[in-house]
């Protein structure tokens, strides 16, 4: 048994396709359009934005007679009127380590504009279960005691269901190993410690940024989207700009000044 920690790892994130783009605007008859935007997401959706209005410069629509010029004020301007929608192009692909089962149940409520792939403990063997202990349980020694001891003899019920089974032996077919394995998964404990991998647009990262990092939001899940807070107001800090963050019982809340977009 292993006291862990979860941990945020970002692993990938839209890319703009610049000759795509390019032959887009020339099509568009806007070949000199450009964008002071910081990231690819961000210009992405100024893209689509100004698709949307053909508003890539004044006179490109008949209605269109000037436009806003920086990507912070535009972006501004769409999540202000709750343009959304033009958001949801770009996604952020996170991998969540070392989180419970606990989170990841929770995590699976968010469906709408999310890819989910979770380590598999019907081929993933228990060996070393890792546990975070939840800031009441932790700053009880008794409690943390209690904890301890329940996960390391579940621990060992692994081990010796593994030797039952010999699933070690040089005659044990990979079929079989995954059977036991998914039996042996059933008294696991939901808190042990897992991997998964989530992807979502911003959009959606949005929402569950604000609902997840709220105070009466469970403490590891707002632990978790803290850290996601942290990496993407300072990735694409456009598309969050009327983001504000206050620290609430020791975690960061993250709040959108426009709260529905």
């Known amino acids: 048994m292993r006291r862990v920690s979860p941990k945020v790892f970002l692993v990938g994130e839209t890319r703009v396709v610049e000759e795509g783009m390019d032959a887009y605007l020339q099509h568009v008859g806007a070949p000199e359009w450009d964008t002071d935007a910081p990231s690819d997401a961000e210009k992405m959706t100024e893209m689509f934005g ?50 419970s089962r606990v989170f990841t149940h929770e995590l699976a409520r968010h469906r709408v504009g999310v890819a989910i792939s979770q380590e598999s403990l019907r081929y993933v063997r228990l060996t070393d279960l890792g546990l975070w202990l939840p800031t009441v349980i932790a700053q009880n020694p008794e409690a943390s005691e209690i904890f301890r001891e329940i996960f390391e003899y579940l621990e060992k019920v692994q081990l010796k269901l593994a030797e039952m089974f010999n699933l070690d032996g040089d005659k044990a077919p990979f079929h079989f190993k995954k059977l036991v394995t998914s039996a042996m998964r059933r008294i696991a404990p939901i808190g042990l410690a897992t991997t998964i991998g989530w992807s979502a647009n911003h959009r959606t990262i949005r929402h569950v940024l604000e609902q997840r990092t709220a105070p009466e939001a469970e403490e590891e899940i707002r632990l978790v989207f803290g850290k996601v807070g942290e990496i993407v107001l300072a990735r ?24 529905k977009v």
């Open 50 to 99: 100004r698709l949307c209005y053909r508003s890539f410069k004044p006179g490109l629509n008949a209605n269109v007679t000037r436009i806003r010029e920086s990507n912070k004020e535009y972006v501004a301007n769409l999540i202000k009127v709750g343009h959304g929608s033009v958001i949801e192009h770009a996604v952020v692909n996170f991998v969540f380590a070392e989180v």
């Open 236 to 259: 694409y800090p456009n598309i969050y700009n009327d983001f504000t963050v206050e620290v609430i019982d020791g975690l960061p809340c993250y709040k959108p000044g426009r709260s």
